[in-house]
């Protein structure tokens, strides 16, 4: 429901190129379908160091939205806060805004939390 948070706490390996963080619908809904699809890369073709930022819809993948500087290091540990509003999800990086992300998938949906790549998982919870 609005108002609710996502802690996660990790550490980027040092060998890393990019890990994902995805609000995924499950069963009964679109199986893989995305509400959030959050990419931080360090071998980004266009930027060097970017965070994608997208969803995936029935199937198909929308616009990527990449503004922004990269806030994660290789090698280093970060916290991570995502929170739900009503018209979109907010994201703060070391206690520091970093991005929205407006809704496109209906978040109600949402009721998997994804988490890809070669990152290591410290904590995850749900305030």
Known sequence: QTGKMIHNNRTVPGHISRFE???????????????LHFNPRFDDPHQGQAVVRT?????GWGGEERHGP???ARGAPFDMLIL???DQWKVAVNGQHFTEFRHRNPWQSVNFLGISGDV????????
């Open 21 to 35: 963080i995805d609000l995924q619908t499950g069963p009964g809904v679109q199986p893989n379908d995305m509400a």
């Open 55 to 59: 969803n995936r819809q029935n199937g």
């Open 70 to 72: 990269c806030p994660f």
């Open 84 to 86: 739900l509003e009503n």
């Open 120 to 127: 290591i998982i410290n904590s995850v919870k749900q305030y």
